[in-house]
């Protein structure tokens, strides 16, 4: 933790983006093993909806 506050704000903030992608590149990864056929419009499809919840997919990505 002592690292982290040794950082400098926008160090940290590029941190912070870094893990963000890592999680997302890790969540399309699973979803491309559990649906290994899906292209990957599909698995965007996927990943929002479990970001967004199935209602707010819907409305901003229309009917799957």
Known sequence: MELIRQLR??????RAMEL??????????ALRRAHPNASEREI?????????????????????
């Open 9 to 14: 704000p926008e160090e940290r903030l590029q």
């Open 44 to 64: 965007f499809l996927l990943a929002a909806r479990q970001k967004l919840g199935d209602e707010l997919c819907r409305r901003v990505y229309g009917p799957a």
């Open 20 to 29: 963000s992608e890592m999680v997302r590149l890790a969540g399309e990864a």
